[in-house]
């Protein structure tokens, strides 16, 4: 332990002076106590005053000593108030991840102890942002890995119980994409992930998501009804069915989709409202692909 604490370690070992406030209080009482106590007995035992000249100048001192005391309180209070400060806002964001604004324009230790605690508990932020972002992006595409889709479905599908809403999952396939692949390698299958990946992220609202479940399928969450997701899905498959796409051969590729959605209801799970997306999509690729197919459409009545 360091010499500098070892004062600090002993009034811990107190069992009165358990908080920070109480050290405080604890140093000013002795402080200003311990001399008057010796001055009070200087007074009684060597001073020639006597009878109420004694009294008066006891009191007199007594009360001197707890006039000092509360202004020593309070100035100790007043200048270790910054440090109590920080502490709780550093508290705030360990606990509820609430990131410090102190002042950095003290010019001593306490200035210098408020501005490395903001730039710590920002790095650490950047640091914990990176880890969660790394964690749930697909690499490759740019949009969410299928982890982080699944657990942003469920949350959707909460939301939407919660706030009484409509919410629709569509799943969408990119048509003879293995053929491209295997034709012009895995590097121009990349390209084309990237740039549908990109195409999608750029071109849904900011209360829809878009997801990367696996290969060459793709999952956008739509808050709305069928109806308002099936027009935004016709959309985004006629954006890609424009966009171009270049093979290393220079020869230049256009892509189609394959697209199934269903809405929510009120039994449903995130597994079950899945699945029928998935049978709207292989119902829209048995019927010649390039298409949208909406799974209510097909459910039996």
Request: charged share 20%; net charge negative; glycine share 6%.
């Amino acid at each position: 332990m360091s010499k500098a604490l070892k004062f600090y370690d002993l009034l811990n070992r107190l069992p009165f002076v358990t908080s920070f406030r109480s050290k405080v209080v604890f140093a000013v009482v002795v402080s200003v106590l311990l001399p008057v106590s010796v001055m009070e007995m200087y007074f009684i035992g060597f001073s020639t005053l006597r009878g109420p000249e004694l009294e008066q100048a006891i009191l007199i001192s007594g009360l001197a000593a707890a006039a000092a005391a509360v202004f020593a309180y309070w100035t100790l209070s007043t200048i270790l108030r910054p440090i109590l400060y920080t502490s709780r806002q550093l508290n705030h964001f360990l606990h509820e991840r609430i990131l410090p604004d102190l002042p950095v324009h003290y010019r001593d230790e306490v200035g210098s102890l408020m501005s490395n605690v903001n730039y710590i508990t920002r790095s650490m932020q950047d640091l914990v942002e990176s880890a969660n972002q790394n964690g749930a992006i697909d690499h490759l595409t740019g949009i969410y890995n299928r982890r982080s889709a699944e657990s942003r479905l469920k949350d959707s599908i909460e939301l939407t119980r919660i706030r009484q809403n409509s919410l629709s999952f569509a799943i969408l396939d990119i048509d003879n994409f293995k053929m491209l692949n295997d034709t012009y390698g895995h590097d121009f299958g990349d390209t084309v992930l990237r740039q549908v990946g990109d195409l999608l992220r750029t071109n849904v609202r900011r209360t829809d998501w878009v997801g990367r479940w696996g290969g060459d399928e793709f999952v956008i969450s739509v808050q709305g009804g069928e109806n308002e997701a099936s027009a935004m899905l016709s959309r985004l498959c006629d954006l890609v069915r424009r966009e171009l796409f270049i093979a290393p051969d220079q020869s230049v590729h256009k892509v189609t989709f394959s697209c199934g959605v269903c809405e929510w209801q009120e039994m449903m799970d995130s597994q079950s409202l899945f699945t029928k997306a998935d049978e709207a999509l292989y119902t829209a690729k048995r019927a010649g692909r390039d298409q949208l197919q909406v799974w209510s459409e097909m459910a039996p009545a």
